[in-house]
């Protein structure tokens, strides 16, 4: 385990976490920022905390990255293609299931799971292509 994250393209895992995280701020801004915000009784006006959320906020998406990028580096695949659709799946298929679950007991409604679950799956979906395309390890094909 120590040689696969010691081996991991870094400079590619950023690059994913940046694009992951910047598809969320226009998510949550432009695109469905209001009805997320007024679904969690939140002042989009009231900015106290902001640097908080979203320092916390790329971390946690930094980490969803570097478990992508190592799962494509252990998954030894042989095509882009066949790399990028094992790892978007098993990833894709964890952040539903543990988006959902966290939802499903904060009782959130309907609208918030397709919000929320959509920009994981879209994160995932340009990090896992990233990192398939550019961000393997020699040792992964």
Not at 17 to 40: I, P
Not at 53 to 59: A, C, E, H, Q, R
Not at 90 to 98: D, K, P, Q, R, Y
Request: proline letters at 1%; charged letters at 10%.
């Amino acid at each position: 385990m120590k040689n696969a994250i010691l081996h991991l393209n870094w400079p590619m895992v950023l690059a994913a976490t940046v694009a992951y995280f910047a598809v969320g701020t226009v998510w949550y801004t432009v695109l469905f920022g209001k009805y997320w915000a007024r679904n969690h009784k939140m002042d989009m006006n009231d900015n106290s905390g902001m640097a908080r959320y979203m320092i916390i906020g790329f971390l946690l998406t930094f980490l969803i990255v570097t478990c992508t990028g190592l799962l494509l580096n252990s998954i030894r695949c042989r095509e882009l293609s066949d790399c990028f659709m094992r790892s978007y799946v098993m990833i894709a298929g964890l952040v539903v299931g543990l988006v959902g679950t966290a939802l499903n007991y904060t009782k959130k409604p309907l609208g918030i799971w397709f919000v929320d679950i959509g920009y994981h799956l879209i994160g995932v979906l340009i990090a896992a292509l990233i990192l398939a395309k550019w961000g393997m390890t020699s040792g992964s094909i």
